[in-house]
T-cell receptor, first 114, second 109 residues
Framework: GAVVSQHPSRVICKSGTSVKIECRSL??????MFWYRQFPKQSLMLMAT?????????EQGVEKDKFLINHASLTLSTLTVTSAHPEDSSFYIC??????????FGQGTRLTVV | GQNIDQPTEMTATEGAIVQINCTYQ??????LFWYQQHAGEAPTFLSY??LDGLEEKGRFSSFLSRSKGYSYLLLKELQMKDSASYLC??????????WGAGTKLIIKP
C-alpha cells in the first residue's frame, strides 16, 4: 500500500519555541492531507485539512495562528506548532488519502513541551 | 449531530474469536473503515466497507448493515499481538472521516 512518512517521530522542545512536523506521501500524490492530534486513551481529533496550493481548513476550536499548516507540494505538508506550551504536548498524526477508499497515516509525532 | 459508538474496552482469550461492534449516525455515508492502533503508534488500515455484507481478509472480517447503521469487526484465532485499540470511522457525505473513540482489546493467554 501507499506510504506516508512523518518526521520527526519524537520531539522535546522548550516552552515558547516552535516545532515543525513534516508529512510526506512517498509513492503517490496527495492533493489533500489531514492533521490529527490524539490525547492518551482518546480517539483522533481532526485539526485541519491541508490542501495543496491553498489555505488549510481548520476545525472549530483549532487556532490557525498557532498551528501553521503549509502544503507546498503534492507530496509534502508541514505542521508548525508555534510558541508551544506544555498543553500542546500530544501525539500528532498526519494522513493522506488516496482516492476515497483508504487513508494512509504517517507514523505520528510525539511532542513533549517542557 | 454525528455520532459513532463502540465499546470502550473488551477482553478476550488467545486463540478465541471476538466481535467488536460499531454503530453510527452520520450525515450521509460513503463507507466505513476499521483501523488498528497499537499504543504510541499511528493507526493502520484494516478494512473498508461501503456495501452491505461481510468482507473477509485473513483472520479479520468486517460486516456492514447500512439500514441499521451498524458494523462489526470479527477477529479470529486471536494472537497476543492483536492487543490494540480498534477504531471505527465513517466517511460522511462531505467525505470527512468521523472517528469513533476506539475499542481497547485486551488479549489474555
Amino acid at each position: 500500500g501507499a506510504v506516508v512518512s512523518q518526521h520527526p517521530s519524537r520531539v522535546i522542545c522548550k516552552s515558547g519555541t516552535s516545532v515543525k512536523i513534516e508529512c510526506r506521501s512517498l509513492d503517490f500524490q496527495a492533493t489533500t492531507m489531514f492533521w490529527y492530534r490524539q490525547f492518551p486513551k482518546q480517539s483522533l481529533m481532526l485539526m485541519a485539512t491541508s490542501n495543496e496550493g491553498s489555505k488549510a481548513t481548520y476545525e472549530q476550536g483549532v487556532e490557525k495562528d498557532k498551528f501553521l499548516i503549509n502544503h507546498a507540494s503534492l507530496t509534502l505538508s508541514t505542521l508548525t506548532v508555534t510558541s508551544a506550551h506544555p498543553e500542546d504536548s500530544s501525539f500528532y498524526i498526519c494522513s493522506a488519502r488516496q482516492g476515497v477508499t483508504e487513508a494512509f497515516f504517517g507514523q505520528g509525532t510525539r511532542l513533549t513541551v517542557v | 449531530g454525528q455520532n459513532i459508538d463502540q465499546p470502550t474496552e473488551m477482553t478476550a482469550t488467545e486463540g478465541a474469536i471476538v466481535q467488536i461492534n460499531c454503530t453510527y449516525q452520520t450525515s450521509g455515508f460513503n463507507g466505513l473503515f476499521w483501523y488498528q492502533q497499537h499504543a504510541g503508534e499511528a493507526p493502520t488500515f484494516l478494512s473498508y466497507n461501503v456495501l452491505d455484507g461481510l468482507e473477509e481478509k485473513g483472520r479479520f472480517s468486517s460486516f456492514l448493515s447500512r439500514s441499521k447503521g451498524y458494523s462489526y469487526l470479527l477477529l479470529k484465532e486471536l494472537q497476543m499481538k492483536d492487543s490494540a485499540s480498534y477504531l471505527c470511522a465513517v466517511l460522511d457525505s462531505n467525505y470527512q472521516l468521523i472517528w469513533g473513540a476506539g475499542t481497547k482489546l485486551i488479549i489474555k493467554p
